[in-house]
C-alpha cells in the first residue's frame, strides 16, 4: 500500500515538473495552478505513505530509499510553500525536476536494515528530521542559486531571450537564497548539537574522524561563513550563489556518507 501511494506520488510529480517547464516555455496561469495541485496532491499521497512507513520503524526513516523519499518530500512542501507565499511558478522549472531526481531512488530503493539498539533515542527521529530539512532547504537553496547564476549570465551577456524574461530578478533571486541558506544553516547547527548529544550517550564512544562527520563540519564552517559573510561583509550575488552550491554538495556527501551501501542502504 506504502509503496503503491509511493509510485503515484511520484508520477504526480513527475507531470508536475512537465508542467512547470511547460510554464517556463510559456506562461499561463492554468499551468501554474496545475502545477501547484500536482504537487499538493503528491505531496499528500507522499506524506500519508511516509507515516505509514514510520509508524511501524518508531517514527524515523530507514535506509538510504526512505531518506532520499524524505528529502525529496521536504524539498516540495518547501518548494510549495514559496511557490504560494512568492507566486513565483518558475522556480518549479528547476526545483520539482530536481525533487523527481531525488525521489526516484527512493522509490526504487528498499528500506534497508533497521537501527542498532545502542543508537536509537527517543528523540533521534527529530534529529533525524531536522538534519533532512536543513539539508532540503540547502537543496532548494542551491537550485535557487542556479537560476541565480543563469539569470546573470543572461544580463552580463545582455541575452534578453526567453530566460530573461521568464526568471525572476536577481535582487529576488539573492534576498530568497539569504533566508534558505539562514533556515539551512539553524537546521544543521541544531543537527550537529543534536548529534553530539546522541553520539557521546553512546557506550564507548570515540570521535572517530568519519567522512560524514568532516563533510558536515566543513558543510557547517562554509554555511556559518555564507552567513557571516552577508550578515556583517555584505556578501551578495555570484560567490553566495558558489558557496551555497558547494556547501549543499558537501551536505550531500554527509547525507550518502550516513549509509552502509554493503548492506542494501542500512544506516550506520
Do not use: K
Given at each position: 500500500m506504502n509503496h503503491a501511494l509511493l509510485s503515484l506520488a511520484c508520477h504526480a510529480y513527475i507531470i508536475a515538473a512537465l508542467v512547470y517547464l511547460a510554464h517556463l516555455v510559456r506562461q499561463m496561469e492554468g499551468l501554474a495552478l496545475a502545477g501547484r495541485v500536482l504537487v499538493g496532491t503528491g505531496l499528500l499521497?507522499?506524506?500519508?505513505?511516509?507515516?505509514?512507513?514510520?509508524?511501524?520503524?518508531?517514527?524515523?526513516p530507514v535506509g538510504l530509499g526512505q531518506g532520499f523519499s524524505t528529502l525529496a518530500f521536504l524539498l516540495l512542501a518547501i518548494f510549495l510553500v514559496l511557490d504560494v507565499r512568492y507566486r513565483k511558478p518558475v522556480l518549479g522549472a528547476f526545483l520539482t525536476p530536481l525533487a523527481v531526481a531525488v525521489v526516484l531512488p527512493g522509490l526504487l530503493l528498499g528500506g534497508g536494515q533497521p537501527l542498532s539498539p545502542e543508537v536509537q533515542r527517543p528523540l533521534l527521529p527529530l534529529h533525524i528530521t531536522i538534519a533532512l530539512l536543513g539539508m532540503a532547504a540547502s537543496a532548494v537553496a542551491t537550485g535557487v542559486a542556479v537560476m541565480y547564476l543563469v539569470m546573470e549570465r543572461q544580463v552580463k551577456g545582455k541575452r534578453f531571450g526567453l530566460l530573461f524574461s521568464r526568471?525572476?530578478?536577481?535582487?529576488?533571486?539573492?534576498?530568497?537564497?539569504?533566508?534558505?541558506?539562514?533556515?539551512g544553516f539553524i537546521a544543521l547547527s541544531v543537527t550537529l548539537i543534536?548529534?553530539?548529544?546522541?553520539?557521546?550517550?553512546?557506550?564507548?564512544?570515540?570521535?572517530?574522524?568519519e567522512s560524514k562527520q568532516i563533510a558536515t563540519l566543513v558543510a557547517w564552517g562554509v554555511f556559518a561563513s555564507l552567513v557571516g559573510?552577508?550578515?556583517?561583509?555584505?556578501?551578495?550575488?555570484?560567490?553566495?550563489?558558489?558557496l551555497t552550491m558547494t556547501g549543499f554538495g558537501l551536505l550531500l556527501v554527509s547525507f550518502l556518507s550516513s549509509y552502509d551501501f554493503s548492506h542494501a542502504g542500512g544506516w550506520r
Open positions: 499521497l507522499h506524506g500519508v505513505a511516509l507515516l505509514g512507513l514510520f509508524g511501524a520503524q518508531g517514527g524515523r526568471l525572476p530578478s536577481l535582487e529576488f533571486l539573492d534576498t530568497l537564497n539569504r533566508r534558505l541558506v539562514v533556515m543534536t548529534g553530539a548529544f546522541f553520539s557521546s550517550a553512546s557506550p564507548g564512544f570515540v570521535w572517530s574522524w559573510a552577508r550578515s556583517f561583509a555584505g556578501w551578495q550575488g555570484r560567490r553566495v550563489a558558489l
